[in-house]
């Protein structure tokens, strides 16, 4: 029997993205999904033949001024993506966390009304925060972590956001500390507010809590983190990412180094905005024996005397790229990373802000990969990097065991699979 199963990502494209994979699985198992859905997000869902309802996150303005304020927010913030991860925690990390506690504040005015609307027999939520109607509304709710999977706390693995390697305990305090003394205020106001909810206070530093029905984390088996206190896989099951379905892409024809390494660069739609380093980038790739093919989002033109071995553009249908490459430069994001592992392909992680810290980590412990600095390196640096990825034995093994074991479990069909079970049944039994 069909049932409706709604999704509520985070407006962001990496959570966005993810869930279009995973309800597209559910379609295909006969039940309807649908997206609540930031208001500069609709057209997103829509796209992909997807019904989506409104729920305002902020104060409602036109949805191309919403995204421009997500655009400005992150340029504004460029100077700091030079700073450490801890040093990230007075501006870039606390203005984030107070513009997330405002989105919950507002998204609990619409969702009720949202909600008795398209009554979901299910709900899946993507977000780092409570929505207290959501989890009130009273069918079963599912939380998808679609960044690192450390949003789950452990004592024994690196908080979230902090980029620490999984060994460095005393970088693992030192970030906790500072994160709960800057974010305290921020965190006494949400508490308030789920108060008036009737919601219970959350411990300092939490804004959420795991789902009792089932939590689905789209990190993969191969680079997950050893716990303290194991998932229990009746309420955690890791996906090994969310690969969407994408049309096809043909790999044009470069005027130089056609018979070369092919490389992909992409800072995400937001990133884009720090034209100084893709220009420096694209230079030093210009000399070296590569392709390259480079996302700039919107300002393609800004762009100008491109090497012959580089073509850039707005967009690119990236899971249908990645394939076709040989290594991958990008800053972290979870969608480029599980796709990077999923398709078996090294990535040079230069992060920026929230979950790329971990994940250039992560990419660079597990020798799937490097973690490089944003800005401190040389065209030497970047030169043998690259090099390594396209030519390192022992990476490239580890990257095609990992592909393999990722690609066998199929992320969107095992999601729709307990989410099928759940809708049915009311809960997951394995």
């Known amino acids: 029997m069909s049932k409706t199963i709604a999704f509520f990502p985070e407006a962001a494209f990496g959570p966005a993205l993810n869930s279009v994979g995973i309800a597209q699985a559910v379609e295909a198992l006969g039940h309807k999904a649908v997206f609540l859905s930031d208001p500069g997000f609709v057209s997103v869902y829509e796209g992909y033949g997807f019904e989506a309802h409104p729920v305002n996150l902020s104060e409602p303005m036109p949805p191309e001024q919403m995204a421009k304020f997500w655009e400005d927010f992150i340029n504004g913030h460029i100077p700091n993506f030079r700073k450490s991860p801890y040093d990230q925690i007075d501006n870039y990390v606390k203005d984030c966390w107070t513009a997330i506690v405002d989105s919950a504040k507002w998204a609990q005015k619409d969702l009720p009304g949202v909600l008795a609307k398209i009554k979901p027999d299910l709900i899946c939520v993507d977000n780092v925060i409570l929505f207290p109607a959501i989890k009130q509304y009273g069918t079963p709710w599912v939380r998808i972590i679609s960044c690192s999977e450390n949003e789950i706390e452990d004592p024994k693995i690196p908080p979230h956001l902090s980029g620490c390697s999984e060994s460095d305990y005393a970088g693992h305090a030192a970030y906790r500390d500072k994160f709960n003394a800057v974010i305290k205020p921020i965190h006494e106001d ?7 909810t009737g919601e219970a206070a959350y411990p300092i530093g939490q804004f959420f809590e795991a789902s009792p029905f089932m939590n689905l984390l789209l990190y993969p088996e191969p680079v997950k ?3 303290e206190h194991p998932l229990p896989p009746s309420q955690f099951q890791y996906l090994e990412g969310c690969v969407r379905k994408e049309k096809p892409y043909e790999v044009p024809t470069f005027t130089e180094n056609n ?3 092919l490389l992909y660069v992409s800072f995400g739609s937001l990133g884009a905005g720090d034209t100084e380093l893709l220009k420096r980038i694209i230079a030093t790739v210009g000399k070296l024996p590569y392709r390259a093919l480079v996302n700039v989002g919107d300002y393609k033109d800004q762009y100008t005397d491109l090497p012959g071995n580089v073509i850039i553009d707005s967009w690119f249908p990236q899971p249908s790229v990645i394939p076709q490459v040989d290594a991958v430069i990008h800053h972290g994001g979870n969608n480029s990373f599980t796709e990077c592992l999923y398709f078996g392909k090294p990535a040079i992680i230069m992060p920026y802000v929230w979950d790329g810290h971990d994940n250039a980590t992560r990419v660079d412990e597990t020798g799937h ?3 490089m600095p944003r800005y401190d390196w040389t065209d030497a640096d970047l030169a043998a990097k690259l090099d390594a990825c ?7 093994a580890k990257l095609a065991a990992t592909s393999a074991h990722m690609q066998a479990e199929n992320g969107p069909q095992k999601a729709a699979g307990i ?3 759940i809708v049915r049944t009311g809960k997951f039994d394995g």
């Open 419 to 421: 989410l099928d079970q």
């Open 225 to 227: 983190f050893t716990r």
């Open 390 to 396: 396209v030519n390192d034995p022992k990476m490239k």
């Open 369 to 371: 990969g490097f973690k």
């Open 259 to 261: 018979d070369k390494p």
């Open 190 to 196: 949400f508490n308030e507010f789920l108060a008036g």
